[in-house]
């Protein structure tokens, strides 16, 4: 059972999303930026797109979950440090050690992952307007956790060649947590969260045995 029922959960997020507001705003746009990146890739664009998604997560992580989620569910101080420890491992692989490079190209992989990258960014706030939890109620694009998960799963999806597993299990581990919303919180939306996780990871993993006889990754 959760600490809180849907009505604290929805007044929560009215509360929060009045509070950062334009930051919503400003999310659309460094996805639209992230999008650019990996359509037109040139030096620097994975670092680019790297740098945006830990911006997402760091945000996430101080922000919602241990500045406003944590006055309605103790856990989410816990869940905060996680959502930071993927912005770090995102700034080491993507940013300082530049080995993501974003493609969109035209296998399943990066198809689904455009899939998921457009279900977060229309499909979920659109969902949640239409079920009765429309803004300000609802969980956002960018700085709100699930949302940012489906899309995060998306991106990596469009990485070229290997992907390091341990950039997936905190997005996958977070999609089996934050799934359980649609249970118990009525938040339909989120039942895309177990599966953009879990057949995300099916996904990466049969990527990364291809990638394996491929060669070495492509550079950012």
């Known amino acids: 059972m959760l600490p809180f029922g849907p009505d604290a959960?929805?007044?929560?997020?009215?509360?929060?999303n009045r509070a950062i507001w334009p930051a919503q705003i400003v999310a659309y746009a460094l996805a639209l930026a992230v999008l650019a990146l990996a359509a037109r890739p040139r030096p620097g664009a994975g670092q680019g797109i790297a740098a945006i998604l830990a911006l997402a997560w760091a945000w996430n992580g101080a922000v919602y979950h241990m500045t406003h989620f944590v006055t309605i569910n103790f856990w989410a101080d816990i869940f905060g440090l996680f959502f930071i420890v993927q912005a770090l491992l995102l700034l080491w692989t993507g940013v300082a050690r530049g080995r993501l490079a974003f493609r969109i190209g035209n296998d399943a992989a990066p198809r689904i992952g455009l899939?998921?990258?457009?279900f977060a960014t229309i499909a979920y706030p659109a969902l949640?307007?239409?079920?009765g939890h429309g803004w300000p109620r609802a969980p956002m694009f960018g700085v709100a956790p699930c949302p940012m998960t489906i899309f995060t799963m998306g991106m990596l999806l469009l990485v070229a060649g290997r992907v390091p597993l341990y950039l997936v299990a905190i997005p996958v581990l977070w999609s089996l947590i934050g799934g359980t919303a649609a249970w118990f919180l009525g938040v339909t939306e989120d039942l895309a969260l177990p599966v953009a996780g879990l057949g995300g990871l099916a996904l990466i993993l049969a990527k990364n045995r291809r990638a394996r006889r491929g060669g070495p990754m492509p550079k950012a």
Request: glycine share 6%; charged share 5%.
């Open 128 to 131: 949640g307007w239409a079920l």
């Open 115 to 118: 899939a998921l990258v457009a």
């Open 9 to 16: 959960f929805f007044a929560l997020f009215e509360h929060y």
